[in-house]
């Protein structure tokens, strides 16, 4: 039986604690020697144990996401099969990698492919592959993302489609024909391509001149002032780069508009996003990929380069450099100058539900976005079930730590702990879903330092930048940095490309 | 004798509160919004029970005998409150208009009840005490009623019989009353005898209080309800109306007994007899068995698996006598076997090759269903059809969702079929259409099973011609990543009813 004492303490607790479910989760990839942790081992200097084995070999790939796994399927497919990629974490696939639970399989970070028009040769290639491209070109029904795709919570209810429609004047109207215009005459310029390389050429000085200025100041510029039309563009700067409409150069912004066709279906997507194509090029390729190993230092010799990671020392007459650029500075010797691309701190969470949230209106879509929020919504890692019923589902949560500087989004993102982020992720999703934390009974976050490039004015056109994409020596440059555009385009045509000119060169020295 | 009749104070002013808290809740339950309901509840309730303070001045003789009359009102218009407005809920349109006079005419009674008391006591107790003690037994029943509310009427008696018990309290104050006050009534036993009336009445209400809310959910439906269900997948009610029984799930009318031979004979049989030798066949959703029972009229069956999302619908099927006699027992003949799954899954799972299959899921009408009027749905299915073996699918109303329809028909096509759509008139539906499947090139049967009451060997091949105005009109195929048919199916039905 309780005393007195006892049940009065139960009745003031029950009136502090809130009757919330009890919700469990916790930060991913941060165990000792992961993520942040031995990132910032390497950024300062920390010793490393002298490596006892030394192992010859013609090249290594140093990182394991999608751009060292694609310069590894390149080396594969054209028969070249004494390399290694060595990748720091312990689960290879860098932005691309994914977790699985009795629910359902979903993603870290990236979680979808645009269906790739008929300019992007290596993206159709690898997509013929994997079997998502058929031979008479229809595209496979499975996996490219089912209906109902996008939808939008605005003035306190959904619409379809993530572009504001809801409470437009007819000014707003006219400017959002007038932006399309624009972007139309961008597009048939042929400055915007994917991979942005293809398009450099194309560039006239007026377009050159637009990496000058923010697509802030270029919206103002063109008489773009529409509240609704600035949060559409500004929350797709942030989706894709990490970087706000204010903060990020015109050319980079006017690129998400303009590279792509508009008339594609798509995107493809799968239940663990980009994680899909990671498994399956892993599936082929894992027997070169080496995980857990941190590489801490690269070393110009007189003919090669000596890799030292963990016990074993490679000595390599190729490196593919496909890490993030600027890790550069830190790991190889002599160092390259500093990197001047800053990157973008991002936030994952995926949340698993045991029940749905109450719905009115448009149906759960792949893409939930709220309108005016911080985050970036939420897409549903179970959309792609074939199920007519789903009890359960694992929501992925996006957030880009996008306002003011990223040194300092990078301290709030490293300060705030589980339950002060859990707080913020939950508050973000009540503007939507009154009932959400009677759903959530689980609430895993990944905290992502440097997530990707911060192309802010001047990273496109930027001397270093053009210099190091160029391939020279017998180290290159392979990350997705290159193109100050994380895309897993970007990522696949840098990996490639860069594999190739390992190939080029050691078949030359091969002959001598 | 003092804490008899500050007793009595305490128990008017619960039930009084008790009737407030009642139409405030069944007016949040009914209406939403509580928290609007809640305050126009409270603020009329305690408007009228101003008036009725105010009304009391004009009482002057028979203090007493007006206080037992206004407590058997009370008693009996509080406690049959929310028996009448489940019912105006569920019958009438005006319900707001009820509940409203209802709160008002219950806050007059109860307005009154204090000020007469207290003039009735004013001869045995000074003014001074007379108020502090009154006034203390009213917030304490006020108090006592509010807690008991929430905690232990609404979840253990429910709405109904709260108000009913509480109306027995009315009346048991008012006989209570007549023994209290027995000196300034000329004939107490007239008084007691409508207490005891009003005793009797509400007691019997008690009784028949669970008749009352169902009685409420079945007007809902015109007809008398015999089953109702709800599983975790979907609502089940069954209805009765003389011999037609009529199913619908979450609403939506699946069939009548009166005419459902129709839609089933139309759904089965083109295809099934023109399958020569048909051994084994497949039914997708159809857990009523009714299609079943017409696959059961082909003795070359040998088997028949019925794949149905909802377990409890099968079992339904299987074992509730009137739904045995509907399907004549089809689910439980050993040539049957039931497997409760989700279709698309399951079909991905399966290995089985089949001469014949039968298509017959709810009506596309949210995209979570329309996947299973997919491209990809239906060349899964083409895997498990055999050479020369039949798919059917049943393919909403060529009339009233014309371009559905032939956006059906198109998906079949995309995904490999050659199809063969037609139609038959279904009363309790309207036109209703259907769309053959086959591999090869297809024949209309020219022999049917006997003993069939709609379709005959002479006018199977008139189901497949389509007059003008159900014609086909161009339709894009229905694909997972772009669910035509779903929209389509929205508009056209969006412009029927109404």
Not at chain 2, 58 to 78: H, K, P
Not at chain 2, 173 to 183: I, N, Y
Not at chain 2, 213 to 225: C, G, H, I, K, N
Request: proline share 5%; aromatic share 12%; net charge neutral.
């Amino acid at each position: 039986m309780p005393t007195r004492r006892e049940f009065g303490a139960t009745a003031l607790a029950g009136l502090t604690a809130k009757a919330d479910r009890k919700l469990e989760g916790a930060f991913v990839f941060e165990a000792p020697g992961q993520g942040v942790e031995a990132g910032h081992r390497l950024r300062d200097h920390a010793r490393f144990a002298a490596p006892a084995r030394r192992v010859r070999i013609p090249a290594v790939i140093v990182g394991g996401g999608v751009a060292g796994l694609s310069a590894a399927w390149h080396f594969d497919r054209r028969g070249f099969r004494d390399f290694v990629l060595l990748e720091l974490e312990q689960q290879a696939g860098g932005n691309a990698r994914s977790g699985e639970n009795a629910v359902s399989a979903y993603p870290w970070a990236a979680h979808y492919l645009p269906v790739p028009d008929k300019r992007q040769p290596l993206v159709h290639e690898l997509c013929r592959e994997l079997g998502l491209l058929h031979d008479d070109g229809t595209w496979d029904e499975r996996w490219l993302c089912h209906s109902p795709q996008e939808r939008l919570f605005i003035h306190g209810r959904w619409q379809e489609g993530i572009e504001p429609l809801v409470g437009l004047t007819k000014a707003d109207a006219a400017q959002y024909a007038h932006f399309e215009e624009r972007i139309a005459g961008f597009r048939l310029s042929g400055a915007f391509r994917i991979p942005m390389e293809a398009g450099l050429a194309q560039n006239t000085a007026a377009h050159r001149a637009l990496d000058g200025v923010t697509m802030g100041e270029w919206m103002r510029r063109e008489g773009l002032y529409s509240p609704y039309l600035k949060w559409f563009i500004d929350y797709s700067t942030r989706d894709d780069y990490g970087t706000r409409a204010a903060d990020i150069s015109a050319w980079a912004g006017l690129h998400y508009f303009a590279a792509r066709a508009p008339e594609e279906k798509g995107p493809l997507t799968w239940p663990e996003g980009n994680g899909w194509i990671v498994k399956r090029l892993l599936a082929k390729l894992g027997r070169y990929v080496r995980t857990g190993a941190m590489v801490h230092r690269i070393q110009r010799q007189r003919r090669g380069w000596l890799v030292f990671t963990g016990d074993t020392v490679y000595e390599a007459d190729f490196v593919v450099y496909a890490a993030p650029t600027h890790f550069a500075s830190w790991l190889i010797d002599p160092p390259p100058p500093r990197w001047p691309i800053d990157s973008a701190p991002w936030l994952t969470a995926n949340l698993t539900l045991d029940r749905w949230p109450a719905n009115h209106g448009v149906e759960f879509c792949w893409d939930n976005v709220i309108y005016n929020s911080p985050s970036l919504g939420y897409v549903i890692a179970t959309h792609q079930n074939l199920n007519t019923r789903q009890d359960k589902t694992v929501w992925t949560y996006y957030w880009a730590l996008a306002d003011g500087r990223a040194a300092d989004q990078r301290r709030i993102l490293l300060g705030g702990d589980w339950n002060w982020w859990k707080e913020k992720i939950l508050t973000d999703l009540e503007r939507a879903h009154p009932d959400i934390r009677r759903c959530v009974s689980r609430l895993d976050i990944f905290r992502i330092g440097h997530a990707m490039p911060r192309p802010v004015p001047g990273a496109i056109f930027h001397p270093e930048r053009i210099a190091r994409a160029r391939h020279q020596g017998s180290l290159v440059y392979a990350n997705c940095d290159l193109s100050a555009l994380s895309l897993f385009e970007e990522a696949q045509y840098r990996g490639v490309s860069a594999a190739d000119y390992v190939l080029r060169n050691a078949s030359s020295t091969a002959t001598r | 004798m003092t804490v008899v009749l500050f007793l009595s104070v305490f128990l008017i002013a619960a039930c009084g509160l008790i009737y407030e808290l009642i139409a405030g809740t069944l007016a949040s339950y009914l209406l939403g919004d509580s928290v609007l309901q809640f305050s126009t509840i409270i603020g009329s309730y305690l408007f009228a029970m101003g008036i009725g303070s105010w009304l009391s001045r004009f009482i002057d003789r028979a203090l007493v005998s007006r206080f037992i009359t206004i407590e058997l009102m009370v008693g009996l218009l509080g406690g049959f409150s929310s028996t009448i407005l489940f019912l105006a809920f569920a019958y009438t349109t005006g319900f707001r208009v009820l509940l409203y006079s209802l709160v008002l005419a219950i806050g007059i009674l109860v307005g009154l009840e204090i000020p007469l008391l207290m003039r009735i006591l004013k001869e045995r107790f000074g003014f001074k005490e007379l108020v502090a003690n009154v006034l203390t037994f009213d917030y304490l029943g006020a108090l006592g009623a509010s807690l008991l509310f929430p905690l232990l009427l609404v979840p253990k008696l429910g709405l109904v019989r709260s108000a009913i018990l509480f109306g027995l309290i009315n009346a048991g104050v008012a006989l209570w009353s007549t023994f209290l006050f027995r000196r300034h009534l000329p004939s107490p036993l007239i008084q007691r005898a409508a207490c005891a009336a009003v005793v009797l009445v509400l007691a019997g209400g008690m009784a028949v209080a669970d008749h009352i809310t169902d009685t409420a959910d079945s007007a809902l439906y015109a007809d008398e309800v015999i089953l109702a269900k709800t599983t975790p997948y979907q609502r089940i009610v069954l209805t009765k109306w003389k011999q037609d029984y009529r199913l619908y799930l979450n609403s939506h009318l699946q069939f009548s007994s009166r005419d459902e031979y129709r839609y089933h004979e139309t759904l089965v049989h083109p295809g099934l007899a023109s399958v020569a030798g048909a051994r084994r066949a497949l039914v997708l959703g159809g857990g009523d068995g009714l299609a079943v029972r017409e696959m059961l009229k082909y003795p070359g069956l040998e088997s028949i698996t019925l794949v149905d999302l909802d377990p409890e619908m099968t079992r339904q099927f299987s074992t509730h006598p009137l739904l045995l006699e509907l399907n004549a027992a089809a689910l439980k003949n050993a040539k049957v076997h039931i497997v409760n799954a989700d279709a698309f899954p399951w079909l991905e799972r399966d290995n089985g090759v089949y001469d014949f299959v039968v298509v017959d899921f709810p009506d596309p009408n949210n995209y979570s269903l329309g996947k299973l009027y997919t491209t990809a749905f239906y060349r899964l299915l083409r895997h498990h059809v055999a050479e020369n073996g039949a798919v059917v699918v049943q393919s909403t109303s060529p009339m009233f969702a014309r371009k559905s329809f032939w956006c059906i028909n198109e998906t079949l096509k995309q995904a490999g079929f050659k199809t063969f759509p037609y139609h038959a008139y279904v009363p309790s539906f309207g036109e209703w259409g259907y769309v053959l499947g086959t591999r090869r090139d297809w024949q209309p049967p020219t022999a049917l099973p006997t003993g069939l009451r709609f379709l005959t060997a002479g006018n199977v091949r008139s189901l497949f011609d389509f007059p003008p105005d159900l014609a086909p009109v161009p339709a894009e195929p229905n694909r997972l990543n772009d669910q035509t048919l779903v929209r389509y199916y929205d508009q056209e039905w969006r412009e029927i009813v109404r």
